[in-house]
């Protein structure tokens, strides 16, 4: 898909300092006419690394996050750009540590606590800080014949991005030990490739606030911010 085909064009590019594109990926589809066709490309300088970029004071949407704020203008009702992952916890649960354990996490990912306004009708990316979000994880009780219409509820309510951030988390409970935690995301600031990832990050930081510590994390070195600001300059202006 493509997701992995960037990933595999990117490494490639990195390991023979060449640019390779995705299209190409597709074209030569074996591991024999690709050899092929990339072996003049090897040497000749892939494109400029992404790193943490210069923030000017209104960072603007990527380009796949300008089509996802058009359509999102159109109808803020529409859940069809909802991304959504559901956990059954079984066992004792520490919901102050899981609740904690969020934030933890929308603290790390800079993307999870940005809103989309607009100026003279153009949208851009306003990074709130970690403490100006407010996810309650209380648990709430529904019994089990009930969880997978709350679910369905739950990911179905539409979102503006112009003013809220782009998740929304839920706890369920179901019994003293049977647990379902919930996250619902809106495509401009995820995919379903990352559902994974946050789920993973929510986990560790949740391991270790149940020890009475925060998370030790290996700060990350580039936010989609830079990501949207180095796909510009690679890309160049439209002109």
């Known amino acids: 898909n493509s997701l992995i085909a960037t990933q595999?064009?990117?490494?490639?590019?990195?390991?023979l300092d060449a640019s390779v594109s995705v299209r190409e990926l597709f074209e030569a589809s074996?591991?024999?006419?690709?050899a092929a066709r990339l072996g003049s490309h090897v040497g000749g300088g892939s494109r400029a690394a992404l790193?943490?970029?210069?923030?000017?004071?209104?960072?603007?949407?990527?380009?796949?996050?300008?089509r996802m704020w058009f359509l999102n203008r159109f109808d803020t009702a529409s859940a069809v750009n909802n991304v959504p992952v559901a956990v059954r916890l079984t066992g004792a649960l520490d919901p102050a540590a899981l609740n904690s354990a969020v934030h933890d996490v929308i603290g790390r990912h800079e993307v999870l606590r940005t809103v989309y306004p607009e100026v003279d009708?153009?949208?851009?990316?306003?990074?709130?800080?970690?403490?100006?979000?407010?996810?309650?994880?209380g648990a709430e009780r529904?019994?089990?014949?009930?969880?997978?219409?709350?679910?369905?509820?739950?990911?179905?309510?539409?979102?503006?991005?112009?003013?809220?951030v782009p998740l929304r988390a839920k706890l369920f409970q179901v019994a003293d030990d049977d647990f379902v935690l919930s996250f619902v995301m809106h495509h401009i600031s995820t995919d379903g490739f990352s559902m994974g990832p946050l789920t993973r990050d929510v986990m560790t930081a949740y391991y270790a606030r149940t020890n009475g510590q925060a998370p030790?994390?290996?700060?990350?070195?580039v936010q989609y911010a830079d990501y949207?600001?180095?796909?510009r300059e690679v890309l160049g202006s439209e002109d």
Do not use: C, H, M
């Open 121 to 137: 009708g153009v949208g851009y990316q306003k990074i709130l800080s970690a403490g100006d979000v407010s996810i309650n994880l």
């Open 142 to 164: 529904v019994t089990d014949d009930r969880i997978q219409a709350e679910l369905y509820s739950f990911f179905a309510q539409g979102f503006d991005v112009t003013v809220e």
């Open 228 to 231: 949207s600001l180095w796909q």
């Open 8 to 15: 595999v064009t990117s490494r490639l590019g990195q390991a």
């Open 30 to 34: 074996t591991v024999e006419a690709l």
């Open 51 to 66: 790193t943490a970029q210069v923030r000017p004071a209104q960072v603007p949407l990527s380009l796949a996050q300008q």
């Open 216 to 221: 030790t994390w290996t700060p990350l070195p």
